[in-house]
């Protein structure tokens, strides 16, 4: 499982209702430059 992968699961996991928008940020807050 990539790293990304497995980030988006484990944010998933944590909030069954996050939304699509709440996930782009999130990535660009916690994993700036990797995407």
Do not use: C, N, Y
Request: glycine fraction near 2%; proline fraction near 3%.
């Amino acid at each position: 499982m990539d790293a990304h992968e497995a980030f988006i699961v484990e944010m998933i996991d944590d909030r069954k209702d996050v939304t699509l928008d709440e996930m782009v940020e999130r990535l660009s807050v916690e994993q700036p430059g990797e995407h």
